[in-house]
């Protein structure tokens, strides 16, 4: 392709709101540019690279995972949406619409639903499971502050694979396939891959795993042991950690007291801090007390405390509270972790409750909320108790009256967890449960993220199979992502300098630019006859042949990033520059030789992305 025939819109400075490099970048390259809040058009030159990342995707995903390509809808009926539950579950991301007909319609944010419907209507035997597919479509979700250009777009696009397995050890099968094609992806993409323990959140489902990468502007938290062989990393989100003890100011771990509850007089005593300075104790020995307001729960709380006042709705794809709520106990030099607890409680959100809702459910604002007096479930963390024991001892809490704390608090004795469960938020310097270790944290991007969905969906969409028994049977899913937008713009992240995009072979717009000084004479000749020979070997060429000023072509080309310079000037004919983007200088080549170690140089970098 010749300069002239192309279509290149590069910026010499980019806009003010572009802040992250490769927001920047592809501004500034010509890659993409903004039609609107979250909104950006793919420009020629970025379309280039977003295919071929498509491309390896779609080979790994054919061959590797074993999976099959379709296309559904963008545009999917909300009638399969209110099927699953997700209708509502959703939230306000979810973009919905009326068609003429009044029929609710929904701008695809995820494609579970419509997978499962696709199949369902064709599924009859166990003989035809595990049936594999998978789509490379556009998705919208209406972002509250779509930001970082499309790193976090409201529209985008998606890399989707969906199996529907018989049993769950052919699920593991598929998983593991999909598992293996995800690192396979990531490597030809030159991309230092982190793999995590993660949330499932709105997906639902069991086992989960996200591929993240390393970034300083990323939106998770990772917890990481040092330990390579112990190899635990984990979203915050996830993570879990070793047991700590419990101990006083002293660092001794308090035996279990005989005492009876002792109510304290605590004037002006509302945090944390305020209470350490107060009883001259260490935070361990206090018991945290926090109201949440939890949102649309499937978990049955029938008889639990306060759990006749909620409203149950009755919904095919499962019973759930709209609205109730919890009492989380944690130890006070700890955090809540609202992911665990909302998996803990299988609600779609908790947030803390409200003034009035605290003096609703505990009789006493936050800071003097009481385990023993609280009007609703409690979920006790395991710092708290763990496995039918006590794990604090002669414990210092809120009284559930306004000004007031209690000391010589025993679990179990004073107070009995309606669940108990692991609802701590992990955090640097915490030990690894599985080496002992000492955790550390780095800032992550997820670029995919593989499901074990199990009957989720199935269920709730009333799918079934004959079996081989000839009974019918609920088929389970796995769900595979990858967010297509999000890695190319990632690649870019990792990989640019102070003049622009360095791009890695295999995703780069152009594999060579060449670049005569003038475009004319023999300069115009030996340009012409390299190009021709690239071309004729199979390379993506781009040849400038503008009539632009030699430091403009040299500061296009560095900013668009192709990985290989061959520059043709007339002071170094016969020789020819030849300079790897990545390089900080050119060598001088044979002209006659250059277009043969182009194609040589082309091939080892794509060998060692494959290798």
């Known amino acids: 392709m010749k300069t002239s025939k192309f279509y290149i819109s590069t910026l010499r400075e980019a806009p003010a709101e572009a802040v992250i490099a490769s927001h920047k970048l592809m501004l500034r390259a010509g890659i993409t540019r903004k039609l609107g809040n979250g909104l950006y058009t793919y420009l020629p030159l970025g379309l280039r690279s977003l295919y071929k990342l498509e491309q390896i995707i779609r080979e790994e995903w054919n061959n590797t995972a074993e999976a099959l390509e379709f296309k559904p809808t963008v545009i999917v009926p909300g009638d399969i949406w209110k099927e699953s539950g997700r209708w509502e579950t959703m939230g306000a991301q979810m973009l919905k619409a009326k068609n003429r007909g009044e029929q609710d319609m929904v701008v695809s944010p995820t494609a579970e639903e419509a997978f499962t419907v696709i199949v369902r209507d064709g599924l009859s035997s166990y003989k035809q499971l595990p049936v594999n597919l998978y789509q490379i479509n556009t998705k919208y979700r209406d972002e509250i502050r779509p930001r970082y250009g499309v790193m976090r777009g409201r529209e985008f696009i998606m890399a989707d694979g969906y199996t529907m397995n018989a049993d769950d050890e052919s699920l593991d099968e598929s998983y593991k396939l999909y598992e ?269 993220h593989i499901f074990k969905l199990g009957h989720k969906y199935t269920k709730s969409m009333h799918v079934t199979f004959l079996a081989k028994d000839g009974k019918p049977a609920e088929p389970t899913m796995g769900c595979y992502g990858i967010g297509v937008d999000r890695t190319l713009a990632s690649i870019i992240e990792k990989n640019n300098d102070e003049k622009g995009i360095i791009w890695p072979m295999s995703v780069a717009p152009f594999q060579v630019c060449i670049v005569p000084i003038k475009y004319n004479g023999a300069m115009k000749e030996v340009a012409d006859t390299i190009y021709e020979k690239l071309t004729k070997a199979g390379i993506e060429v781009l040849l400038d042949d503008r009539d632009e000023r030699p430091g403009v072509k040299f500061a296009d080309m560095e900013l668009i990033g192709i990985p290989l310079r061959i520059t043709v000037g007339d002071k170094n004919l016969p020789n020819v520059e030849f300079k790897p983007r990545s390089a900080a200088e050119a060598e001088l080549v044979p002209a006659e030789s250059a277009a043969e170690k182009a194609i040589q140089f082309v091939k080892d970098e794509l060998a060692k992305l494959q290798a």
Not at 192 to 207: E, N, T
Not at 394 to 411: C, L, M, Q
């Open 180 to 448: 293996k094609a995800y690192f396979r992806i990531f490597k030809r993409l030159g991309l230092k891959i982190i793999p995590v323990r993660a949330d499932s959140g709105a997906m639902g489902g069991s086992g989960s795993e996200e591929f993240m990468v390393e970034s300083p502007i990323g939106d998770d938290t990772l917890i990481i042991c040092p330990n390579e062989k112990c190899g635990f990393a984990a979203n915050v989100e996830k993570a879990w950690c070793a047991s700590d003890d419990s101990v006083n100011k002293k660092g001794e771990k308090p035996s279990k007291t005989d005492l009876p509850v002792e109510m304290v007089a605590t004037p002006n005593v509302f945090s944390i801090e305020d209470m350490e300075k107060f009883f001259d104790e260490s935070p361990k020995m206090f018991i945290k007390a926090l109201i949440y307001r939890v949102i649309n729960s499937s978990l049955d709380m029938t008889g639990a405390n306060g759990a006749d006042k909620w409203k149950r709705v009755k919904d095919p794809a499962g019973d759930y509270y709209p609205l109730s709520y919890v009492c989380v106990l944690i130890r006070a030099d700890l955090d809540v972790n609202e992911a665990k607890l909302a998996a803990t409680l299988k609600a779609s959100e908790v947030v803390l409750a409200e003034a009035e809702e605290v003096l609703e459910y505990a009789g006493a604002p936050h800071g003097f909320v009481g385990p023993i007096t609280a009007k609703c479930p409690l979920v006790v963390d395991y710092s708290v108790v763990k496995d039918g024991e006590a794990q604090m001892h002669n414990a210092i809490a809120g009284s559930g009256k306004d000004g007031y704390h209690i000391t010589h608090v025993e679990p179990l004795r004073d107070f009995v967890p309606y669940i108990n469960a692991d609802v701590r938020t992990v955090k640097e310097g915490d030990k690894c449960p599985l080496c002992g270790k000492t955790f550390y944290t780095r800032k992550g991007n997820e670029l995919g």
